[in-house]
T-cell receptor
Framework: EAQVTQNPRYLITVTGKKLTVTCSQN?????MSWYRQDPGLGLRQIYY???????DKGDVPEGYKVSRKEKRNFPLILESPSPNQTSLYFC???????????????FGQGTRLTVV | GQQVMQIPQYQHVQEGEDFTTYCNSS?????IQWYKQRPGGHPVFLIQ?????EVKKQKRLTFQFGEAKKNSSLHITATQTTDVGTYFC???????????FGQGTTLQVKP
């Protein structure tokens, strides 16, 4: 089954304690991205990756890091989480245009993060 | 930077009424996609529009892409309680592949 898997689904942590949210896709997609969703603000892109070892900042990258060492994995790292990073996070993958396959984004189930 | 604006932010309708959400981009898009997020769920792809002036239908849902490829709309005829959720448009620029989401419209349907 084609899917994007995020872990964990829920996480409560304390300010300053480094954490990683994992994301894995099994569709051989080149493009992966991370979004945060906050009430009234929709989906805001944090970082995205066009391919292995290629990452770029989205609209709200401050306080986050990513890596793309393998095509299937795109972890999100919070080196020193703060309360303003409390949010619902989604990982998504897709193929870029020009390929015969569809370009729609497939989303993970989401990770609800609370930083106290 | 490029923005995709979506209105309204919230809409409450009586079951059976129609509903429309609008999406506007500051720049020309190569295509636009629409997603639905059920309460407590994740966004799920509905449809993609590519051609200028394109209109597509999925049962009671009608999607339009503007002639200038800068705006789009989603219209639901005779809403049902199963239509409840947040609808997002997402525009893509061909030179970056980046998908930019609108803020979403949250639809509530009163039975």
């Amino acid at each position: 089954e084609a899917q994007v898997t995020q872990n964990p689904r829920y996480l409560i942590t304390v300010t300053g304690k480094k954490l990683t949210v994992t994301c894995s896709q099994n569709m051989n997609h080149e493009y992966m991205s991370w979004y945060r969703q906050d009430p009234g603000l929709g989906l805001r892109q944090i970082y995205y990756s066009m391919n292995v070892e290629v990452t770029d900042k989205g609209d709200v990258p401050e306080g986050y890091k990513v890596s793309r060492k393998e095509k299937r994995n795109f972890p999100l790292i919070l080196e020193s989480p703060s309360p303003n990073q409390t949010s619902l996070y989604f990982c998504a993958s897709s193929n870029p245009e020009g390929l015969s396959t569809g370009t729609e984004a497939f989303f993970g189930q989401g990770t609800r993060l609370t930083v106290v | 930077g490029q923005q995709v604006m979506q209105i309204p932010q919230y809409q409450h309708v009586q079951e059976g009424e129609d509903f429309t959400t609008y999406c506007n981009s500051s720049t020309t898009l190569s295509n636009i996609q629409w997603y639905k997020q059920r309460p407590g769920g994740h966004p799920v792809f509905l449809i993609q529009l590519v051609k200028s002036g394109e209109v597509k239908k999925q049962k009671r849902l009608t999607f339009q892409f503007g002639e200038a490829k800068k705006n789009s709309s989603l219209h639901i005829t005779a809403t049902q309680t199963t239509d409840v959720g947040t609808y997002f448009c997402a525009g893509r620029r061909s030179n970056t592949g980046k998908l930019i989401f609108g803020q979403g419209t949250t639809l509530q349907v009163k039975p």
